[in-house]
């Protein structure tokens, strides 16, 4: 059974910083993109950072450049996402999900999901 489990938020004033944290329990992580999706409130599930099976590619949601950051250790089947500056508009419920696909943004792409971590940002 494939599991998906993130931690790491929580209510942060705006400006600081959070770091979220994904432990997938696939077998083959490494074949697996990564990726971060998160939903606000009253509002559809939407893409915020991708990391490809290698770790050589990322790609960001434009709302997240220059602030958020991807990466993975491929030892600890573990994903993060360093968010840095944070705004009150990033206020959502974090998702991360597996796919086999490289590169897709779209929810529906992705095949595992975790629970959720909510992050609060407060202004």
């Known amino acids: 059974q494939v599991q998906l489990v993130e931690s790491g938020g929580g209510l942060v004033q705006a400006g600081g910083s959070v770091r979220l944290s994904c432990v997938a329990s696939?077998?083959?992580?490494?074949?697996?993109?990564m990726g971060w999706f998160r939903q606000p409130p009253g509002k559809e599930r939407e893409f915020v950072a991708l990391i490809t099976w290698d770790g050589d590619s990322t790609v960001y949601a434009d709302s997240v450049k220059g602030r958020f950051t991807i990466s993975r250790d491929a030892a600890k089947n573990t994903m993060y996402l360093e968010m840095n500056t944070l705004k009150p508009e990033d206020t959502a419920v974090y998702y991360c999900a597996a796919t086999r696909l490289l590169r897709h943004t779209t929810p529906a792409d992705y095949n595992y999901w975790g629970q959720g971590t909510q992050v609060t940002v407060s202004s």
């Open positions: 696939l077998r083959t992580f490494n074949t697996y993109t």
